[in-house]
């Protein structure tokens, strides 16, 4: 099955919820998760296109955005996308690149939906 067919999983599969519960601990006031959400998703938005583009161009900065993307992902609990960035960042072979960059995609979609509705339950509190 290719990144394109695969099922959404449920936000249970896509966030570690005890990586966000976390920083409900850190910050009861909800303002520490409301910013990571929103900054991880507007960063993170940038890194996927930014992969897409050096899939496409074979530009070799794909390896400091996976880096990156694998790092801010981790913080924020989407522990599959940081292991399909970890696997991108060294990965040699261009065909497998743009299969690992296609999951990425694909897996960043779940972690919004997940963060999103993480979110809609912070704000009604």
């Given at each position: 099955?290719?990144?394109?067919?695969?099922?959404?999983?449920?936000?249970?599969?896509?966030?570690?919820?005890?990586?966000?519960?976390?920083?409900?601990?850190?910050?009861?006031?909800?303002?520490?998760?409301?910013?990571?959400?929103?900054?991880?998703?507007?960063?993170?938005?940038?890194?996927?296109?930014?992969?897409r583009e050096s899939a496409?161009?074979?530009?070799?900065?794909?390896?400091?955005?996976?880096?990156?993307?694998?790092?801010?992902?981790a913080t924020?609990?989407?522990?599959?996308?940081?292991?399909?960035?970890?696997?991108?960042?060294?990965?040699?072979?261009?065909?497998?690149?743009?299969?690992?960059?296609?999951?990425?995609?694909?897996?960043?979609?779940?972690?919004?939906?997940?963060?999103?509705?993480?979110?809609?339950?912070?704000?009604?509190?």
């Amino acid at each position: 099955m290719n990144a394109r067919s695969e099922p959404q999983l449920p936000a249970e599969q896509t966030l570690n919820r005890a990586t966000l519960a976390v920083f409900r601990e850190v910050d009861p006031s909800l303002d520490l998760i409301r910013t990571l959400i929103d900054q991880f998703l507007a960063d993170a938005a940038s890194q996927v296109h930014a992969l897409r583009e050096s899939a496409r161009t074979g530009d070799e900065a794909f390896r400091a955005t996976a880096h990156s993307l694998k790092g801010s992902a981790a913080t924020m609990g989407a522990e599959k996308l940081a292991a399909s960035c970890a696997l991108l960042e060294y990965e040699p072979d261009a065909a497998a690149r743009a299969a690992l960059t296609a999951e990425i995609a694909n897996e960043f979609t779940n972690v919004q939906r997940a963060l999103a509705a993480e979110r809609e339950c912070v704000d009604e509190g």
